[in-house]
């Protein structure tokens, strides 16, 4: 027998460690699943690193609780749930809120009116005046197949 050569070992070129953390869950579109959500997603920041009671933990936890609340008001379709995506990569953090009423879209960034301004004075819509306020960009996509996404985005302080 011949003993056959193995190629030398090509040592592994070194990793950069995983920088993109994601948290995905659907719940109910009750007031309770908004609550919920809201909950789970500051236990998720904390567990990476967003301590509970920072300026950002604080800012994102309204963040969820608004668009949560608008998915289960807005975007109810009996028997549906709605998502909760939380991405947090270098630099921000990205909250999804996304429900299957895709024909029932807010308003655009900057097409927004206060309900004093609006016709009849109709109540309603501060929610996304804060999420406007708080978020440093959001904006409403398409969810395929059905639905849509309401995006907010928070930058992070540089550590």
Do not use: Y
């Not at 908004?34 to 604080?58: C, D, I």
């Not at 969820?64 to 028997?79: D, F, I, K, M, R």
């Not at 009423?101 to 807010?106: D, H, M, S």
């Amino acid at each position: 027998m011949t003993a056959s050569a193995t190629p030398p070992a090509i040592p592994a070129a070194p990793q950069p460690p995983v920088t993109v953390r994601v948290f995905l869950q659907r719940f109910s579109s009750t007031p309770r699943g908004a609550r919920l959500a809201r909950h789970l997603a500051l236990h998720q920041l904390h567990s990476w690193g967003v301590p509970h009671g920072t300026e950002t933990s604080e800012t994102a936890a309204v963040l969820v609780a608004e668009l949560a609340a608008n998915a289960v008001t807005h975007g109810l379709v009996p028997g549906r749930d709605f998502e909760l995506r939380l991405a947090l990569e270098p630099g921000k953090l990205i909250v999804d809120v996304s429900d299957p009423r895709g024909e029932c879209r807010p308003p655009r960034p900057g097409e927004m009116r206060a309900s004093a301004e609006r016709p009849g004075g109709e109540e309603g819509g501060r929610g996304l005046v804060l999420v406007a306020a708080l978020a440093d960009r959001w904006s409403v996509l398409d969810r395929v197949p059905v639905g849509k996404i309401v995006r907010a985005e928070l930058d992070l302080p540089s550590r």
